[in-house]
């Protein structure tokens, strides 16, 4: 039952909006976006701001080795772990205000209004600021969320290069977040993950909150087909071996595929280099990436399997070589129900229409889910338009994801009855 004292409590949508544009300026862009590389200058710039904003109300901060930072608020008994809350603070190159951003500010919110209605948790509270969700700068993504669940090694994470060649562990220190706390030390007994849909359902369907119960399974290939250069002029149409055209089949099969297991499945080829890239020469190779998704195992295997099966039917029919590499992959997963119940209940409890959805998205929650109970908030953004500068989200959307979050927390934490 939600405690009386605390049934009516809300943040400050005001000064949550606030902070968001407060923080947009650290990397913001001519169009209204923010371009805030994880670990750049303008990333520490936001991280100082953070950390400034939590030692003024007094709360612990700590920094671990990957550049996590974690911002506690104690609890009643201090021998219970935390509850989690968090996102990140970086983003695409030409990304928005609110991917990830809205997550770690709608949680300093959270803090800084219990303090304000001097309300105690029996858990601790700690907001958390994942270290390279994006992974645009430094492959792969989720990198601090993974390194805290030891999916990746903590010295293969300091080892990733960025394309000038800097590590992850030279820009840590660069910044001066290169922590000493171990990933991992600290225990939470939940995390809730505030996020914008990236998607368009909410907004099409007009609900205010999406409560995440499942995250689609993703499956990531480097591939290569490999035929012949031969002269455009000379070369007759049947002794061709065209890498390009045999690509062509091999991406409209990928589509096929994908349209096949819709509408959960999805399938994107977003890049593909041609070689050797002359008007007068028959393609010899092609190198591309390649991406599945689907949030159901059984169909996600079948997908994979398909996929397999055509490049090898293309490879044989055109007489090239297709390698698919698979170089990434995330099983489908549920979320933790309990955690997910309790976000529903405070949606319910506020009077926001709400409904259950999956994450098409990967995210930090994501890679946390493995080791802690865990789920996610959804609230829309405009035509469900992400990594893009154009990226917009409502004041009242994002104020009641916080205020949702607020009370998920408080549930799951505890509020005491001492007083
Ligand atoms: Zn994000």
Wanted: aromatic share 6%; glycine share 10%; proline share 5%.
């Amino acid at each position: 039952m939600p405690d009386a004292s605390t049934a009516n409590l809300a943040i400050n949508a005001e000064r949550l909006w606030s902070n968001i544009m407060t923080t947009a300026a650290f990397g913001g862009t001519l169009k209204g976006g923010v371009r805030r590389l994880t670990l750049s200058e303008e990333d520490r710039r936001v991280r100082d701001w953070l950390v400034a904003r939590a030692q003024a109300s007094g709360y612990e901060v700590g920094i671990d080795r990957i550049g996590n930072i974690y911002i506690q608020r104690p609890g009643r008994d201090p021998g219970r772990a935390a509850v989690a809350m968090g996102s990140h603070l970086d983003t695409q190159p030409t990304g928005g205000k609110f991917d990830g951003i809205l997550g770690v500010l709608a949680g300093l919110e959270v803090l800084e209004t219990l303090d304000e209605a001097g309300i105690a948790t029996e858990a601790p509270l700690c907001l958390v600021d994942w270290t390279n969700e994006e992974g645009a700068r430094f492959a792969p993504g989720e990198l601090g969320s993974e390194v805290y669940v030891g999916h990746v090694a903590l010295e293969t994470a300091l080892a990733c290069r960025d394309a000038e060649g800097v590590t992850v562990g030279e820009a840590l220190s660069a910044i001066g977040y290169a922590g000493t706390e171990v990933p991992g030390a600290r225990r939470f007994a939940a995390m809730v993950e505030l996020h914008i849909e990236q998607g368009p359902l909410l907004e099409a369907e007009n609900l205010t909150i999406g409560v995440v119960t499942a995250a689609k399974g993703q499956q990531w290939y480097n591939g290569m087909v490999s035929g012949r250069e031969s002269h455009a002029g000379t070369t007759p149409m049947t002794l061709r071996r065209d890498a390009l055209m045999a690509f062509a089949e091999l991406a409209l099969a990928a589509e096929r595929i994908a349209s096949a297991h819709a509408p959960d499945g999805v399938g994107t080829i977003g890049m593909a280099e041609v070689s050797p890239g002359s008007r007068n020469t028959v393609p010899g190779e092609v190198r591309f990436s390649l991406e599945f998704r689907h949030p159901d195992p059984d169909h996600f295997g079948r997908m994979r399997a398909e996929m397999r099966a055509e490049a090898e039917r293309i490879a044989a029919a055109r007489d090239v070589t297709v390698t698919l590499d698979p170089i990434w992959s995330m099983e489908p997963l549920s979320f933790s129900p309990d955690v997910a119940a309790a976000i529903a209940q405070a949606a319910a409890a506020r009077g926001l229409p709400y409904r259950e959805m999956t994450s098409g998205a990967g995210h930090d929650a994501c890679a946390v889910a493995s080791a802690v109970p865990t789920a996610m908030i959804f609230v829309p953004c405009k035509d469900g338009i992400s990594h893009n500068e154009a990226e917009s989200a409502t004041l009242k959307d994002c104020a009641a994801g916080a205020n949702v979050l607020l009370h998920s927390v408080l549930a799951l934490a505890g509020v005491s009855h001492h007083d």
